[in-house]
């Protein structure tokens, strides 16, 4: 695999405060190098003889090869954030910033404080859209290799001192004001319409159980503090059970091999919740027994571990 360079994004001559000596500098010492040094890296990675060298060998440049890959894409985004006027949010990222962080200038405070506080050492602080969230988040990194995993960064701020140095000095509050003037929303924009567009990662998928509706175990916790009456039933294997040290609080143990027997005992007028070990197979088949006699059921999507991975209440089983 060649990388190759990407021209600059911005117009250098019309940024407010940051002179084309500065971007020209970064674009091509800083970004280029990473470039350049991100394909000899890469074929050197390619040329290995696998079985020969040691994993060691491997593992160093392969981490090297990721740190440089992400240097160059954020360095791309970080000039495609510039040549803005700064101020002027249009309305869909706008909407999405208020969304996510309460408002626009929260947003900024929030975005400015995680910059200053970089203040002596590297990273960048970048605005990431999460697709399996649907939401952004600003974040930052104390070098390369941080990034959201699945996230898609929409604006970068480049907090090296590379960066700024030759123009601001130590004076990074100043070199922050003068990105934050700069940022081209409309560019954001965009780059945050396309990443709406990227799905969720897939959702656990059950076809069989496609009609049985399903209840997540926050979901039950809140019905449970809200004073809510609900039944829950904990229909674990015997076998499993057997063996099994808790139980959810609030729930009582029944054998799903016997629910005929025992659905008698339970009340129509009140929602039925039913979980196995991990939430597919069992406590979906009594729900749908259960619904099929006429209960208001649902399943407890992940099971007791679910509830336990969340820190639910359980009791001594036994
Ligand atoms: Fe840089």
């Known amino acids: 695999m060649k990388y190759r360079i990407a021209p600059l994004f911005c117009r250098p001559w019309t940024l407010n405060g940051m002179s084309p000596r500065l971007i020209e500098s970064h674009y091509e010492h800083n970004y280029g190098a990473a470039l350049n040094r991100l394909n000899s890296v890469t074929s050197e990675l390619e040329a290995l003889n696998v079985k020969t060298t040691s994993a060691q060998a491997i593992s160093r440049l392969s981490l090297e090869q ?186 009582v143990w029944r054998d799903p091999e016997r629910i005929e027997e025992w659905m008698a005992s339970l009340s129509k007028d009140e929602p039925v919740v039913t979980f196995c070990v991990y939430g597919f197979h069992i406590g979906c088949q009594s729900a749908a027994a259960l619904r099929k006699a006429g209960f208001d059921a649902r399943y407890m999507a992940g099971g007791h571990y679910a509830w336990k991975a969340i820190k639910g209440p359980v009791k001594l089983f036994g």
């Open 66 to 251: 990721s740190t440089l890959l992400n240097s160059t894409l954020l360095h791309e985004l970080y000039f495609a954030s510039l040549g803005g006027d700064g101020r002027n949010v249009p309305d869909t990222i706008a909407s999405a910033l208020t969304r996510d962080f309460g408002s626009v200038d929260r947003w900024r405070h929030e975005f400015v404080a995680l910059a200053e506080v970089l203040t002596g050492d590297a990273g960048w602080i970048l605005v990431t859209f999460v697709p399996r969230d649907g939401r952004l988040i600003n974040h930052s990194t104390s070098d390369y290799s941080e990034s959201i995993a699945g996230g898609i960064p929409i604006l970068a701020l480049d907090m090296y001192e590379h960066a700024y140095h030759i123009e601001y000095g130590a004076n990074t509050t100043a070199y922050i004001a003068a990105f934050m003037r700069n940022i081209h929303w409309e560019a954001v924009e965009a780059r945050y319409t396309d990443a709406m567009t990227v799905s969720r990662p897939r959702a656990l998928d059950q076809p069989e159980f496609k009609d049985v509706p399903s209840i997540t175990p926050e979901e039950v916790q809140e019905m449970l503090s809200s004073g809510q009456r609900v039944q829950i039933i904990d229909t674990r294997p015997r076998h499993y059970s057997t063996r099994a040290q808790d139980i959810v609080d609030g729930a």
